[in-house]
């Protein structure tokens, strides 16, 4: 009967050890991983925590932040938001009691849903290594965001094909241009062998390339006309040159206008890298993955998006970002410190510069290292010939939910089961009503 | 033996019941709570009565997906129990390869929703782009279509395994006394077969319409809801509330339809199970 007891007891201590293990070692791991173990002792230095945006450069910040902790002893703990759960990670993050130092936002609209956490950064070292004020994401007078990178799209071209039909990247000055060039690669298809434009693709993994980025094209020359940097309501003014664009795209590419629903961003990527179209839309983030794929610099170049508004003579890529850096405010008096002196460090040493330079691209910042990405260095030259840069304004859009209701129409046009006039209204009308349902 | 039980029952219960107040009472009380509140993070939150809640009900595109849903609920339970059902009946009969079929039939349900989804998409894609028909991102009916051949594809050896079980369980000599009877297989798939596995089909209704009505991977990964939201089942409609809005009133609009939503399966299963366990017989 004893040893029965016994025997009772210990299932019972190794029942309630095993409910619990699950949790133990989930502490254990949190606590490595965050480095803690070495810095945290010397709790005056502060400490980091980075709640990354960008997964393509997780390995890249994981290896400068141990240089970092080497460096000064402060621990640096760098986490990586699985791709399109920023949100959700963030909002589960931030609760924490060890939540992230340093987040970021994608711009005003998304600083609506955070700017209560949003430490003011004027006046802080890293503030004043900014190139310019223009870089700052504003919430009333405080600087709620930094931008820590600056990106360009435009439509990539492979010159050689393009030769190969006849054309150079400078017979491309104007949407006509482009249209003529496209329409006649499309007429000598087959005996080519390539097409104009890649799938425009609107599965999740690319719509982006046109609800958002596209769509920032007629947003951009209303807002030019207007002198404006946002609105409550859009016009619609360029929408006639938006279907001409989206019309371009769809009508002279690699597929049929009805596959289009169902093509990926790799698709797109997969046909330019093999030959396949003439030109890609995307951004100078698609850089390393061309040149991974064999691509070399003297097959490509980046050309503005030209849909035939404003001066097009003038125009020069997209360039802007909607990556800006906000360091928690309600982190501790030592970890903010702690973050900003980070982030300098980034914007001011050799290895910090040089890691952003190769991994994010161009940086903002007064002692920003050269780099080596081809499309960023288009844009420089386009700048340089007294281009002016189209700017980011889809970081003004109402919401997600705005995107959306644009992708599908866009979509439903291409595969012919709904009219331009769906996409208009989800333009105009879905505009007006998101906006006032963010804003209520 | 009996006797430690009752002694140490605390022990034995207090692990388990730590771990669901934890994983489960805790946040379901402060999902309550939230529901009524506006709010980005859960630790600022302001109370704000029932708005969000006035809002939820109001709201047009939450009740289309509640109805493509329950239409969604109904037909892929009927075919999910009635195929899963036949498959059962032969595979009891003693055929050749048996086991490997059940073990085939099986396997889908090893798969996760996500993974199904997408793999799905691109079969049904590439089915209906042959056939010259829009895919399935342009059209809620075929949406519908592909969502209900997946969910059949993935529960039916799932539910098959539970209603095997059931039928085995049933005694030879109710079987063998009906046929000396002279009754006819109809009639004893009908007056002994399936009164006997009741309870197996009360488990599988329930599995099928709560799984039904909590689908969310299979379609965030098939028809994300496309084409404008008209494919969009209730769970990804409180997702997309959730996290593809602007504001802090969002938070709180998304929360109120989770709670609707909660108290919506627990009724609807409640009543299931009334009705079916009142048909069940004692053996």
Not at chain 1, 188 to 198: I, M, N, Q, S, V
Not at chain 2, 12 to 20: D, E, G, I, N, S
Request: proline share 3%; glycine share 8%.
């Amino acid at each position: 009967m004893k040893m029965k007891k016994v025997l009772a007891l210990g299932l019972i201590a190794m029942m309630a050890a095993a409910t619990f293990a699950g949790c133990g070692s989930k502490g254990g791991d949190s606590a490595s991983t965050d480095g803690a173990a070495d810095g945290a002792a010397d709790g005056s230095k502060g400490q980091v925590y980075y709640l990354n945006f960008k997964p393509e450069a997780d390995e890249a910040w994981q290896d400068i932040a141990k240089q970092y902790t080497e460096e000064t002893g402060v621990p640096v703990t760098v986490i990586t938001a699985a791709s399109g759960t920023y949100e959700e990670t963030l909002s589960s993050e931030i609760i924490k009691d060890e939540a992230p130092t340093l987040f970021q936002v994608n711009g005003p609209v998304g600083l609506a849903n955070w700017k209560d956490y949003c430490y003011d950064l004027k006046g802080t070292s890293l503030y004043d290594e900014l190139t310019s004020d223009s870089f700052a994401l504003y919430d009333g007078d405080a600087v709620a965001g930094i931008a820590y990178v600056i990106e360009s799209y435009g439509i990539i071209t492979n010159t050689k094909l393009l030769e190969e039909a006849g054309y150079t990247v400078d017979d491309i000055a104007s949407f006509d241009d482009l249209k003529k060039v496209a329409e006649d690669i499309t007429a000598r298809k087959d005996e080519l062998g390539f097409a104009a434009f890649t799938s425009a693709g609107m599965d999740g993994s690319s719509d982006w390339r046109f609800k958002t980025h596209l769509a920032n094209l007629p947003i951009y020359f209303e807002y030019q006309d207007k002198g404006i940097d946002s609105t409550d309501a859009i016009e619609g003014k360029y929408l006639d040159n938006y279907k001409a664009i989206w019309d371009l795209y769809i009508n002279n590419a690699t597929c049929d206008p009805s596959e289009l629903a169902g093509k990926t961003g790799d698709d797109a990527e997969n046909e330019f890298a093999s030959g396949e179209a003439v030109f890609f839309q995307n951004g100078s983030w698609e850089y390393a993955n061309l040149i991974d794929k064999g691509m070399t610099d003297d097959e490509l170049a980046m050309i503005p998006i030209y849909i035939g508004a404003g001066d097009e003579a003038n125009q020069g890529l997209c360039t802007g970002t909607e990556n800006y850096w906000c360091v928690n405010s309600e982190a501790s008096e030592e970890d903010i410190q702690a973050t900003i002196d980070f982030l300098t460090w980034m914007v001011t040493s050799e290895a910090g510069t040089s890691m952003l330079a190769d991994q994010i691209g161009v940086i903002p910042f007064k002692n920003a290292a050269d780099t080596t990405n081809l499309f960023v260095l288009n844009d420089r030259d386009y700048t340089d010939n007294g281009k002016t840069p189209v700017s980011w304004n889809f970081t003004t859009m109402p919401s997600e939910e705005w995107k959306n209701g644009v992708g599908s129409a866009l979509t439903a046009y291409a595969a012919g089961t709904g009219s331009w006039d769906d996409v208009v209204t989800a333009f105009v009308d879905g505009w007006a009503s998101e906006y006032a349902a963010a804003n209520n | 033996m009996e006797k430690a039980i009752r002694k140490y029952w605390p022990v034995f219960v207090l692990p388990t019941l730590a771990a669901f107040s934890v994983g489960f009472i805790y946040p379901f009380v402060q999902g309550l709570y939230l529901s009524f509140c506006r709010f980005t993070t859960i630790k600022k939150a302001s109370f704000n009565g029932l708005d969000n809640y006035a809002y939820a009900l109001a709201d047009s595109e939450f009740w289309h997906s509640f109805w493509f849903t329950a239409l969604f609920t109904v037909v892929s339970t009927v075919l999910i129990n009635v195929i899963a059902f036949a498959i059962a009946l032969a595979l009891t009969n003693k055929i050749k390869g048996a086991n490997i079929f059940r073990t085939v039939f099986f396997m889908p349900n090893l798969i996760g929703g996500i993974v199904l989804g997408y793999i799905w998409q691109i079969l049904l894609n590439c089915v209906l782009s042959i056939l010259e028909k829009p895919l399935l991102a342009l059209n809620a009916t075929y949406g519908f279509i592909g969502l209900t051949i997946l969910m059949c594809w993935q529960q039916i050896g799932y539910m098959m395994i539970i209603y095997i079980a059931g039928l085995q369980s049933i005694p030879d000599d109710y079987i063998e006394a009906a046929k000396i009877d002279g009754a006819t297989t109809g009639q004893i798939l009908f007056r002994i077969k399936i009164p006997n596995v009741m309870p197996s089909i009360t488990i599988c209704t329930f599995l099928t319409i709560t799984n039904g009505f909590k689908l969310f991977d299979q379609n965030l990964a098939l028809t994300g809801g496309e084409p404008a939201h008209a494919s969009e089942m209730l769970a990804l409609n409180i997702y997309n509330t959730f996290y593809s809005r602007t504001g802090p009133q969002w938070k709180g609009y998304g929360q109120a339809k989770a709670v609707i939503f909660c108290i919506m399966v627990i009724i609807i299963s409640m009543i299931q199970l009334r009705f079916t366990k009142s048909k069940e017989v004692q053996q």
